[in-house]
C-alpha cells in the first residue's frame, strides 16, 4: 500500500500474541487499500430512489440498510449529491454503531463526543425528525464542523453544544433515552488509513486513552435514564480501550448491564480472554479477578474478517424504574413587529411550509440576530456552551431578513415557490459550488438552487443575474 509510517513493533509484537493463527491474515488485510463506502440521507432520499439515480453501483454493506460500499475509483466527495447532503461518506465500521444503539422517534438522543458528525447524522435519520438530537464535541472548532455536518444533513431536530462530559451529566441526569460515546482512542483500527494514528500511538498512549475514557463513560452513565441505553464505541483493537473500559465500568455500575447485540454479518464476539488484571491505574497488588463471559456481547470489527476498518461496539441499559429527568425546555421569543414583517416578508411568497411556531433570536450585534426554530421538546441550554440550540433559519439584519444555508438544505424543492434545478452534470452546478454568479433570466428575489431537485443552496436573482449565496467555506475549489 506504501504508507509512509511503518507500523509500531511493539504494536505488532501485541497483536500476534493476541491473534496468533489469525494475525497472517490480519497483516495482509492491513497491507490491503480501504474500500469507501457512503450512507444514504434518508431523511432527504429513499435508499430505493439513491439508488436508481446513483452515479455509482452500490455493493450493500451487511450491518447498515442505508450503507453502501463503492468502487475504489468512486469520488464520492465531489459529486453534486454530496453537498446537497444525500449521503455521508464514512467508514463501513462506523455505521455499525447507531445500526445497534437504534434510536427511535421521539426519543431524546445524545451523542456526546460527536464531530465530525457521521454517527449523528446516522441517528438523525433513525430519529425521522422526531425527538431531540444533541450532538456535543468538547472542542470548539470540531463542534463548528459538526454543525455543519448537521446543516448539510438537513437535521431540523439537533442542538449543538460545546461542553464537557462532566457539565452535561451535572446539567441533565437522567434524561436521556439513547446515549453515545464514541470515545477518543489510539486509533489502531484506522492504521492502514491515517499515518498519524502510526505516528503517536504508544503503549503508554493506549494506556492512557483507557482511563480517559473511564472518565468519559462514567459521565456518560449519569446522563442515562433508567431503561435508556448507552453505546461505547472505540476505533482501536487493544482490548485496554475495549473489553478492558466495559469490565471497569461494569464493576463500578451495577446499574447496567451488556445487552446481547443483533449478530450481523461481519460481526465478531468481544474477547473476555484478552483482559489483563491488575487493569491499567489499580494497584499491582490488586486482588486477580476473571473477566466475566458476558463481555462476549460486545462486538469487534475486523479488517480480516470484514471489509471494514477496526471497530470496538457495546450497548449497555441503565436498569431501575426511576421516573427519568425532566429538563427545563427552551424559551421562545416574541419577535417584535418589525422583525415578525421582515420574515414574512420573504417567508409567504417563497416558502410553501407554515412557519414553525417556536422560535428564538440570538443576537450576534446591535444590528444582527440569528433566527433558530426549536423543536418542542428543545432544552433550555442557557449558561452552556451552545453552537446552536435549533434550527438556523436565517439572519435578521438592519430590517432585513436573509435566509441561511440550513434553511435551504432542509427544505424540499417543492416547498419553495422559485427555483433554478439543472442536472447533476451541469456546468451551472458547478459554477453555483465555485460560488460564480450565474446569467439567468427569470423572476427577480430569493430562489433555491437545486441539482436533480435537490436543494444546494440560495440565490438571489437581479436582473438577468442570479448573485450566488453558496457559504464561502463550502465551496469548491
Not at 345 to 363: C, M, S
Request: aromatic share 8%.
Amino acid at each position: 500500500m506504501g504508507r509512509e509510517t511503518a507500523l509500531p513493533l511493539t504494536f505488532l509484537a501485541r497483536m500476534a500474541a493476541l491473534l496468533d493463527e489469525e494475525f497472517v491474515p490480519f497483516m495482509a488485510a492491513l497491507n490491503q487499500t480501504p474500500v469507501p463506502a457512503i450512507r444514504i440521507n434518508t431523511l432527504k432520499i429513499s435508499v430505493a430512489d439513491f439508488a436508481a439515480c446513483s452515479p455509482w453501483p452500490l455493493t450493500p454493506i451487511p450491518w447498515c440498510e442505508q450503507g453502501f460500499f463503492l468502487d475504489r475509483k468512486a469520488n464520492a466527495g465531489t459529486h453534486p449529491f454530496h453537498d446537497a447532503g444525500l449521503y455521508y461518506i464514512q467508514d463501513p465500521s462506523t455505521m455499525a454503531v447507531a445500526t445497534l444503539l437504534a434510536p427511535q422517534p421521539g426519543q431524546r438522543v445524545l451523542d456526546l463526543c460527536a464531530s465530525p458528525g457521521g454517527k449523528t447524522t446516522h441517528m438523525a435519520n433513525f430519529l425521522a425528525g422526531q425527538g431531540v438530537l444533541v450532538a456535543n464535541d468538547i472542542d470548539r472548532s470540531r463542534a463548528e464542523v459538526l454543525r455543519r455536518t448537521l446543516e448539510r444533513w438537513g437535521t431540523r431536530n439537533a442542538v449543538v453544544l460545546n461542553e464537557s462530559p462532566e457539565r452535561l451529566a451535572a446539567r441533565w441526569p437522567g434524561a436521556f433515552d439513547r446515549v453515545l460515546v464514541d470515545a477518543p482512542c489510539s486509533g489502531e483500527g484506522m492504521f492502514r488509513k491515517n499515518d498519524d494514528a502510526r505516528t503517536y500511538w504508544s503503549e503508554a498512549h493506549v494506556q492512557g486513552c483507557a482511563l480517559r475514557q473511564t472518565g468519559i463513560l462514567d459521565s456518560a452513565a449519569q446522563l442515562v435514564r433508567p431503561g435508556g441505553r448507552l453505546a461505547y464505541a472505540t476505533c482501536t483493537f487493544a482490548p485496554e480501550e475495549n473489553e478492558g473500559v466495559i469490565w471497569r465500568f461494569l464493576q463500578s455500575h451495577p446499574d447496567f448491564e451488556l445487552v446481547e447485540p443483533r449478530w450481523l454479518s461481519g460481526f465478531a464476539a468481544g474477547r473476555p480472554d484478552w483482559v489483563a488484571w491488575p487493569a491499567a491505574g489499580e494497584p499491582s497488588d490488586a486482588p486477580a479477578l476473571s473477566p466475566p463471559a458476558e463481555l462476549a456481547s460486545t462486538v469487534r470489527l475486523w479488517p480480516h474478517l470484514a471489509q471494514a476498518e477496526g471497530h470496538f461496539i457495546a450497548i449497555l441499559q441503565r436498569t431501575g424504574d426511576e421516573t427519568p429527568f425532566l429538563w427545563q425546555p427552551a424559551s421562545a421569543t416574541d419577535l417584535s413587529k418589525a422583525d415578525r414583517q421582515a420574515v414574512d416578508t420573504f417567508w409567504e411568497p417563497l416558502i410553501d411550509l407554515p412557519l414553525p411556531q417556536r422560535l428564538t433570536l440570538h443576537t450576534r450585534d446591535e444590528h444582527t440576530a440569528e433566527l433558530l426554530a426549536l423543536t418542542d421538546d428543545a432544552p433550555d441550554t442557557s449558561g452552556l456552551r451552545t453552537v446552536r440550540p435549533g434550527w438556523h433559519l436565517g439572519t435578521l439584519r438592519k430590517g432585513r431578513f436573509e435566509p441561511s444555508h440550513a434553511l435551504a438544505v432542509a427544505l424540499t424543492s417543492d416547498q419553495v415557490a422559485n427555483r433554478l434545478d439543472e442536472p447533476a452534470g451541469s456546468e451551472l452546478v458547478a459554477r453555483y459550488l465555485r460560488g460564480e454568479t450565474l446569467p439567468v433570466d427569470g423572476p427577480a428575489g430569493w430562489l433555491l438552487v437545486t441539482v436533480a431537485g435537490f436543494p444546494l443552496g440560495w440565490g438571489k436573482r437581479v436582473g438577468s443575474t442570479i448573485k450566488n449565496h453558496y457559504p464561502r467555506g463550502l465551496r469548491w475549489g
